[in-house]
């Protein structure tokens, strides 16, 4: 058995969760937030068996797509911020990152 834990962000969370939903696959949902945008993510917790585990990282890759995104730079630590002017940056945001980690034991009370 595998434990496929999954941080998308929360604009692909409910379609990703219907999606393993109707390949009966049970997941929970946990609301998290992530360090570099300080975004709201979402970080699914699915369980199963080995043989299932690519038919899970496929439903997750079609239903976790990347985009661009527009970001203003923090300001540069030490050093004089009032002649420094932010310009947004484009960043790749989207996608998911995936943990498979082996489960030695599965209880359910």
């Known amino acids: 058995m595998k434990l496929v834990l999954t941080v998308v962000q929360d604009k692909d969370s409910n379609r990703l969760v219907e999606a393993l939903s109707n390949a009966n696959f049970q997941s929970t949902k946990l609301s998290t937030t992530g360090g570099f945008l300080r975004e709201g993510n979402t ?10 585990v690519d038919n899970v990282l496929d439903i997750i890759k079609n239903n976790c797509s990347k985009r661009e995104q527009m970001v ?3 300001s540069p630590m030490g050093g004089n911020a009032d002649s420094y002017i932010p310009r947004p940056v484009e960043i790749e945001v ?3 990152t995936v943990f498979v980690l082996p489960v030695d034991a599965f209880h359910r009370f």
């Open 43 to 52: 970080t699914l917790i699915i369980g199963v068996q080995d043989e299932q």
């Open 72 to 74: 203003a730079p923090i």
């Open 94 to 96: 989207g996608g998911a």
